[in-house]
C-alpha cells in the first residue's frame, strides 16, 4: 500500500513561484501520478498529471503553461512546479497515485487508488 506526504506548501504572493513535493513511501514506482486541488466551498479539481515513466503529462486548462509535473522514480518523488501564482490558485493540493493500467483518464478522481493528506497553498493579492 502506498503512503503520500505532500510538502512545500505555504503563503506565496501573487505572481510568486512554488514548488510542491510528493514523497511515496511503501510501493513501487509503477504508478501514475497525479496532483489535485481544494478550494473552500469548491469541489476538488484537477491540476496535473504524469505517466508511470514520466513521459506524459496533462494539465488542467488554467495551469497550463505556469504549472509543470515532474518526477524522480529514483527517489519515489513527484513534483508540481507552480509559477505566475494568482489569489485561485489558493487551495489544499493533494497528491494521488494511480496503478498502472487500471485506469486511462488521469483527470478524474476515481481513476486514483492512494491520496495524499495535502498541502496548504494560499496566494495573497
Known amino acids: 500500500q502506498a503512503q503520500l506526504v505532500e510538502s512545500g506548501g505555504g503563503l506565496v504572493q501573487a505572481g510568486g513561484s512554488l514548488r510542491l513535493t510528493c514523497a511515496a513511501s511503501?510501493?513501487?514506482?509503477?504508478?501514475?501520478m497525479g496532483w489535485f486541488r481544494q478550494a473552500p466551498g469548491k469541489e476538488r479539481e484537477f491540476v496535473a498529471a504524469?505517466?508511470?515513466?514520466?513521459?506524459?503529462?496533462y494539465y488542467g486548462d488554467s495551469m497550463k503553461g505556469r504549472f509543470t509535473i515532474f518526477r524522480d522514480n529514483a527517489k519515489n518523488t513527484v513534483y508540481l512546479q507552480m509559477n505566475s501564482l494568482n489569489p485561485e490558485d489558493t487551495a489544499v493540493y493533494y497528491c494521488?497515485?494511480?496503478?498502472?493500467?487500471?485506469?486511462?483518464?488521469?483527470?478524474?478522481?476515481?481513476?486514483?487508488?492512494?491520496w495524499g493528506q495535502g498541502t496548504q497553498v494560499t496566494v495573497s493579492s
Open positions: 511503501g510501493a513501487s514506482t509503477n504508478y501514475n
Open positions: 494521488a497515485a494511480s496503478f498502472i493500467g487500471r485506469a486511462t483518464n488521469l483527470r478524474t478522481i476515481g481513476s486514483y487508488d492512494y
Open positions: 504524469i505517466s508511470w515513466s514520466g513521459g506524459t503529462t
